[in-house]
């Protein structure tokens, strides 16, 4: 398949990008470069075109320009993960993944969002990915295998709003395994170790701890002003330097590949909520102590209602306070439990010094942030047009999916 794209000037320099004219659908396809012209000229130093980000930058002045723009359908691409996320449900509002599910959560899921994104929730869904500094081994297939350190798990195909007001679907993303002193920086303020990883689930590496980290190294829960904010976010010395590494060229790939959001950190009141209660509340801020906050940065943390809706569906009658290993096994059922403290990016709305994490019997609680460390796994949000490669990849822990470096 091939598509074509007509850009004229009436006057004046134009400047741009291809997220001003071209539609995220078409992400899949490259500038066939031999076809291409402006003002009668093949190949034109006025236009560059740049297949790793999928941009256009066009540089014309004067009246009256016209460029013609061809396009072709890159066949080693398997598309974009979020239009295979989307693929994967055919009919209804559920499909099988792995030992899990995939929901979308539309107006007919009982006690979903009901915001029209998919969710991978139960057991061990094939929701990994491959990605960060570190991976182009493994996106270009030269090696078999993902680093540890790189592999990240789908939360889901989710709405979002982005730093510049816009609306967006966007591939909502965690860390797998928890994030260690390193890898965070100078700004970690470590603690003690939480847990012993022999008592955990779903835990590949071979360390012997999970590193305690908290939330803020003073008595307040605003977001934007903790520790772990600050750290996570830092691209000098912090996590996003570790997560870009130190290839100037392959850094800007990288970035472009995340999203800059609002991070709704208004909190919630109580864990003893169910989960669309809970999401109701937080993405709305919705009757809580500091509604309508928001903080504007690429990476979080998961939210309670993450940790909610990644339980099987018949678990979202329940309240966080009972997800635990009772009744309808909400805590097994449920990839985001690892059987360790957790923090979460959710503060505790009524409160000035205290947020939300999950226990290591699974429930919902909060606890101070600056007398108690847990464990952090980084979250984020990809672009939804990000490609994936072909290969055997199918999402599972031995073969995540390759995003294209």
Known sequence: RNISFIFETDDGEVTGSSEDWLSEEYQDYELDVEKSECNGQKNPSELSWDNNMHSISLNINGKNNKCILYFYLNSNNLGTLGSLIKDLIK????VVSGKGYLYLHNSSLANGANDNGYRYAGNQPNNYICFGAGSEGYNGGSSATCPLTNKYRIIGLVPATTSNNKQKVLIKIIKAEYITAAELGSKSYTTAPVGDYTSLKRIEGSATSVPGFYWSNGSNNTWNSSSLYNALNDDASGYLKFLYGENETNKQKWQNKIETVKWNVGGWSSHKDTPNAIYKGEMTNGGSTGAGTTVDAKIGLMYLHD?????????????????????????????????????????ISGRGDSAFYVSNSGLGHFEYTFNYSFGVRPVLYLKSNVN???????GSVSKPYRIEF
């Open 91 to 94: 009919n209804g509002n559920e």
């Open 307 to 347: 940790y909610g809706f990644s339980s099987i569906k018949v678990s979202w009658t329940s309240t966080l306070y009972n997800y635990d290993n009772t009744g309808n096994n909400n805590r097994e059922n449920n990839w985001l439990f690892n059987g360790v403290k957790e923090w979460t990016i959710s503060r």
């Open 388 to 394: 994936i490669k072909e290969s055997a990849a199918d």
